[in-house]
């Protein structure tokens, strides 16, 4: 059984800074791409970053030059750190893994980012 946990989110203002963590358990984060995404209320979900599992990083324009995705092997986790926050960023953020070759196969929960003017 695949599960996926994100942490790390919360209250901010904007400029401000979060780090957002997604821990997995029954699969491996390094052999698959992991992708965070996010959903704003009354919006459709749009996808902020992904990490293959080459380490190839791809961004959405809204956060390039502002977010970083990364992977921990050892930890297997996936991290987000987002900086230059802006209250448009505010959303449920959720990471979502590929498994066997299934994109976004399984997802996490979703931790709430909300950013202050």
């Known amino acids: 059984q695949v599960q996926l946990v994100e942490s790390g989110g919360g209250l901010v203002q904007a400029g401000g800074s979060l780090r957002l963590s997604c821990s997995a358990s029954g699969t491996i984060f390094s052999i698959e791409t992991v992708a965070w995404h996010r959903q704003a209320p009354g919006k459709q979900r749009e996808l902020v970053a992904t990490?293959?599992?080459?380490?190839?990083?791809n961004y959405a324009d809204s956060v390039k030059g502002r977010f970083t995705i990364s992977r921990d092997n050892a930890k297997n986790t996936v991290a987000l750190q987002m900086n230059s926050l802006k209250p448009e960023d505010t959303a449920v953020y959720y990471c979502?893994?590929?498994?066997?070759?299934?994109?976004?196969?399984?997802w996490g929960q979703g931790t709430q980012v909300t950013v202050s003017s």
């Open positions: 979502a893994t590929s498994y066997y070759g299934t994109v976004n196969r399984f």
């Open positions: 990490i293959t599992s080459s380490g190839r990083t």
